[in-house]
Nanobody
Framework: EVQLQASGGGLVQAGGSLRLSCAAS????????IGWFRQAPGKEREGVSC????????YIAASVKGRFTISSDNAKNTVYLQMNKLKPEDTAVYYC????????????????WGQGTLVTVSS
């Protein structure tokens, strides 16, 4: 059974940092791209970042570039999203998802989704 478990969300003040984790199981980690998405109340789901385990390529959305970093620990089948200099507009439920290559933040093509973790940034 494919499982994606997102964790690490919480309440943080503007300017602070959080690290989200996405623990994957039930599939061959090296064959998949892991993407991070977020959805704020009343807004559409937005692609944030992705990482390919076949070639190590990554992508960071312009809205978070320079503040967020994606990385992977293949030994732990876990992908991280380091979020620095957080802003109130980063408040959302963050989801991780898996799809085959290539790395993309088009949500509609992802095959598997985790349950989401809430990030709240106070001003």
């Amino acid at each position: 059974e494919v499982q994606l478990q997102a964790s690490g969300g919480g309440l943080v003040q503007a300017g602070g940092s959080l690290r989200l984790s996405c623990a994957a199981s039930g599939f061959t980690f090296d064959d998949y791209v892991i993407g991070w998405f977020r959805q704020a109340p009343g807004k559409e789901r937005e692609g944030v970042s992705c990482i390919s385990h076949s070639d190590g390529s990554t992508y960071i959305a312009a809205s978070v570039k320079g503040r967020f970093t994606i990385s992977s620990d293949n030994a732990k089948n876990t992908v991280y999203l380091q979020m620095n200099k957080l802003k109130p507009e980063d408040t959302a439920v963050y989801y991780c998802a898996a799809v085959g290559d290539p790395c993309t933040i088009v949500a509609g093509i992802y095959d598997y989704w985790g349950q989401g973790t809430l990030v709240t940034v106070s001003s």
